[in-house]
């Protein structure tokens, strides 16, 4: 079917417009008028029962008039049309239907009724629809802009090698014709809209055996319909096609709904952050970026390991070098000095290369002398990239300052250039000859930490959804440590008190911690319930009345009676956070965080899909920097990372189990104590599943 579909979508014979404006330069008007000014090949059939010509043409009364059922309908009417449209299409057997129009969104009574109706005409029919609220398709290597979005009307469409596909429409015509001005061309394009039916993973599958797509840029508003993105991203994998998003901000509104910590710290951009990692996506933060990243993303094979890229820097210009350097180590990656024997190497050149800069100078800008360098760093092989940065020459002079760097472009190690000066001659050059450009710094490391960053896809395990609505429950501290234990996580020893029934003596071993017992209190210490350092009987009820006056004060609806007694810890190195959560688009997540009330606050976190391994736990606790400590900051004792590595295992681990099914679950603070000794969950909160 994916042939089929890529076909009806991109490279269709017969293409109806449905509501198709007579009034030149409308948006309604745009389809026909693009069409026919790129030449496209294929069959148009004007749609309007109001006129029997549009722009000259021949216009038919409905799709039922037409000659042939055609491969696609644009649909250019509005909503209540729009839908009597589709029926006519299902009716019919179009393959596939784009809505333009607006107006289906599920919260308002038109929008919802609109839906429900697309939903009962799709069903059971062979009919695929794009949208609604999409402006189109385009395929520039076939000359058909299928859409009405204003940047279409370009004197020619870029046909090239990248397809693209956006959540929004409107920068699909800047992709457009950003990518003409660069010198980069596109194999397809797509506008997603509401992804009602077919969604952006789906219809990037369908176009991934395409023998003309070498690579992906991807525009997103959203990860909805996470599934089918992940399903394509595998298989872009497996045929080496790289795959590059630039994603906006995600919205907190899921994550104020939390009550946990790690909903506010896993509900916001780190998950998707966390979904690109676990796909092999490299994902960019700079617009530039998402297109000039492409052809450095070619030259670049996923990697299995977390290190920072080791970056030689080359430049004929000292500010310039000293940007590209400030950028690259700002985005994390690694700027290295040459090694002894490559020092000595260029030094035979005549090239100073003493820092991490190797600044070629203003008397270094021939040929003969920037061709020398580059062969000698591209053969280094302590680099595992090189970035030439050339100055004032590559504008007036290209010929001196380009040409070098493009012949060295066939080395094993990738070679990328920021261009100082504003220099489109050059970057378009470059870019032709497969040179990875670069109009900025940040861009251009931007580009390098994102296309490195790319990991080793690994087996995926499967994990069921949550059905949507399920109902929840949340679990008392001594519940969710019952359910904690199964997974592996251990907690100190402990007692169930009842307030109006304390013993004559302390349950556990002194000093004990007394809290509250209230599943309706996840943050006990907020409402005064929680007293540190019990050391007998007569403290314990002491403490037993704080409590009970406290939470009264501060929540007089909740019932205190119950309380649990546990044994304080010593010989704590540091806290952590260790959570779960199953995120509605992407699914279950881990999280690990210093920990702490102020956890929210600091927002010092790593998060990835669940569940993880050893190897992958120990990368996220390098990634959080107030656990640093623990490895033997400044002389200080060693935490036991190791039993911290396996908490966060065994955490992610509640992905899978389904007696009961977890949906929320987090232990903070985790105590990690000195090496060797393990680590100690002393509060739990686990919302599961009814």
């Known amino acids: 079917m994916s042939g089929r579909l890529y076909d009806a979508l991109f490279a269709p014979r017969a293409v109806a417009l449905v509501g198709a404006s007579d009034v030149q330069g409308k948006p309604a008007a745009r389809p026909l008028e693009f069409l026919r000014r790129h030449g496209w090949a294929g069959e148009i059939y004007p749609v309007n029962p109001t006129r029997t010509t549009v722009l000259g043409e021949p216009a038919w009364p409905s799709l039922r008039d037409l000659p042939v059922v055609p491969d696609h309908a644009l649909v250019l009417t509005p909503a209540d049309a729009a839908v009597a449209a589709v029926r006519e299409c299902a009716e019919l057997g179009v393959p596939v239907a784009t809505v333009v129009a607006d107006g289906f969104l599920a ?69 457009l014709s950003r990518g003409a001005e660069m010198g980069l061309g596109f194999a397809a394009m797509v506008s997603t809209g509401n992804e009602f039916d077919l969604s952006l993973g789906e219809i990037c599958l369908a176009a991934v055996d395409d023998p003309l797509v070498t690579s992906f840029a991807l525009f997103l508003e959203n990860l909805s319909r996470a599934d089918d993105l992940a399903t394509f991203a595998r298989a872009a994998a497996e045929r080496g096609k790289p795959v590059i998003a630039y994603k906006l901000g995600r919205s907190e509104d899921g994550a104020r709904l939390s009550v946990l910590h790690t909903g506010a710290l896993a509900g916001d951009d780190a998950v998707a952050e966390a979904f690109f990692r676990a796909h092999g996506i490299a994902r960019v933060t700079t617009f530039d970026a998402l297109l000039e990243a492409q052809l450095l993303a070619r030259r670049v094979a996923p990697r299995s390991s977390a290190a920072a890229p080791r970056v030689a820097v080359v430049s004929t210009t000292g500010g310039g070098g000293a940007m590209a350097v400030d950028c690259l180590s700002a985005a994390g990656i690694a700027v ?159 007692a169930v008190l009842r307030i109006d029934d304390l013993p004559a003596e302390l349950p556990v071993p002194a000093p004990a911690v007394v809290k509250v017992l209230s599943a309706a209190l996840a943050h006990k210490s907020d409402v005064g319930g929680v007293v540190l350092g019990i050391e007998d009987a007569a403290a314990l009820r002491e403490a037993a009345q704080r409590i009970a006056l406290a939470v009264a004060a501060a929540r007089p609806g909740v019932t205190v009676d119950r309380l649990l007694v546990q044994q304080q810890a010593r010989g704590v190195v540091a806290e952590a956070l260790v959570g779960f959560r199953r995120d509605p688009d992407v699914g ?103």
């Open 107 to 175: 919260g308002t009574v038109d929008g919802a009724r609109r839906r429900h109706e697309l939903r009962e005409i799709i069903t059971g029919s062979s009919l695929r629809l794009l949208g609604p609220s999409s402006l189109g398709v385009a395929n520039p290597v076939r000359a058909m802009a299928l859409t009405g979005n204003a940047a279409f009307a370009e004197p020619s469409l870029p046909g090239g090698d990248v397809f693209v596909a956006s959540q929004s429409g409107s920068v699909l015509g800047a992709l």
């Open 336 to 494: 290295t000095a040459p090694a002894a024997a490559t020092r000595d190497r260029l030094a035979e050149l005549g090239i100073d290369a003493t820092g991490a800069l190797v600044d070629l100078t203003l008397a270094g800008t021939k040929y003969d002398t920037i061709k020398a360098a580059l062969d000698v760093l591209l053969a280094a092989p302590e680099f595992d990239a090189v970035v030439a940065v050339p100055g004032s020459s590559a504008r007036f002079s290209p010929e001196v300052s380009v040409a070098p760097i493009i012949d060295s472009a066939d080395a094993s190690t990738p070679l990328a250039v920021f261009v100082v000066p504003s220099a489109s001659d050059a970057l378009r050059l470059l870019r032709q000859k497969g040179v990875p450009a670069f109009r900025t710094p940040e861009g251009c490391a931007d580009a390098l930490a994102a296309v490195f960053g790319r990991r080793t896809m690994t087996a995926s395990v499967p994990v069921a959804a949550l059905p949507s609505g399920t109902a929840v429950a949340a679990l008392d501290e001594d519940e969710s440590y019952a359910v904690l234990a199964r997974a592996g996580l251990a907690s100190p020893p402990r």
């Open 588 to 690: 279950p997540v881990v999280v690990l965080a210093a920990g702490g009330v102020l956890a929210e606050v600091y927002r010092d976190r790593s998060v990835r899909l669940a569940p993880v391994g050893l190897d992958e736990a120990h990368e996220m606790i390098a990634e959080v920097r107030g656990l640093q400590v623990a490895a033997g900051y400044r002389g200080a004792p060693r935490g036991d990372l190791d039993a911290l590595a396996r908490a966060v295992v065994a955490m992610s681990q509640l992905a899978l189990a389904d007696d009961p099914v977890v949906v929320e679950a987090e232990a903070n603070p985790v105590l990690v104590l000195r090496e060797g000794e393990g680590v100690l969950a002393v509060d739990a909160v686990c919302v599961v599943a009814r």
